[in-house]
């Protein structure tokens, strides 16, 4: 199994979201919650309408861990949230396929895979690159790995920092930068 990576580039990330945005508004939604929520595909594809719609803060029980996790919406997604909602009832899916049912990892993974490469990128890309965009993105503003290590719920800041591609970034820099 290919270990995913971030999407380290700004611009990548707005054409992946520029040709999702062209595909329909649910795969678009899918791709910006995921890269601005840092949860797992197992619980963004766990989500009803209820769960967010007029929410200030998203509250699940995550399915890996068990553990209780409450988050704010923050404000790109507040307005997407209410726009994709509207019409729908609290106990449907969030994201549902085009025969009516909750959408599955397999469709997520085409979705956020297909998109990528669309957009020209080569990365190894799967469901989890969102998650860990969001990661990547969030460690290089705030520079915060115990916080993000709290965000994820990680053991370690080591697991957190080899989980965002942090450390081989390190080594790649340090090879790179280290000429006799």
């Excluded at 549902?96 to 979705?111: D, E, Q, T």
Aim: glycine share 4%.
């Amino acid at each position: 199994m290919t270990t995913v990576e971030p999407i380290r580039n700004k611009k990548d990330i707005e054409k992946v979201e520029k040709y999702l945005l062209k595909q329909n508004k649910r795969d678009y939604m899918l791709f910006v919650m995921g890269i601005n929520c840092g949860l797992r595909i197992s619980d963004i594809l766990a989500l009803d309408v209820g769960d967010v719609r007029n929410k200030t803060y998203i509250q699940i029980v995550e399915k890996k861990t068990g553990k209780f996790k409450k988050f704010p919406i923050n404000s790109k997604l507040k307005p997407l949230i209410a726009d994709f909602v509207k019409g729908r009832r609290d106990k449907e899916p969030l994201f549902l396929s085009h025969w009516g049912n909750r959408i599955n990892r397999i469709n997520a993974y085409y979705i956020i895979r297909d998109a990528c490469a669309s957009a020209g990128l080569d990365e190894n890309i799967g469901t989890h690159t969102m998650r860990k965009t969001f990661g990547y993105h969030h460690y290089k503003k705030y520079n915060n790995i115990a916080l993000l290590q709290r965000i994820f719920n990680h053991s370690s800041p080591q697991i957190t920092l080899r989980y965002i591609c942090i450390e081989q970034d390190e080594i790649d820099d340090s090879y790179n930068n280290f000429i006799l």
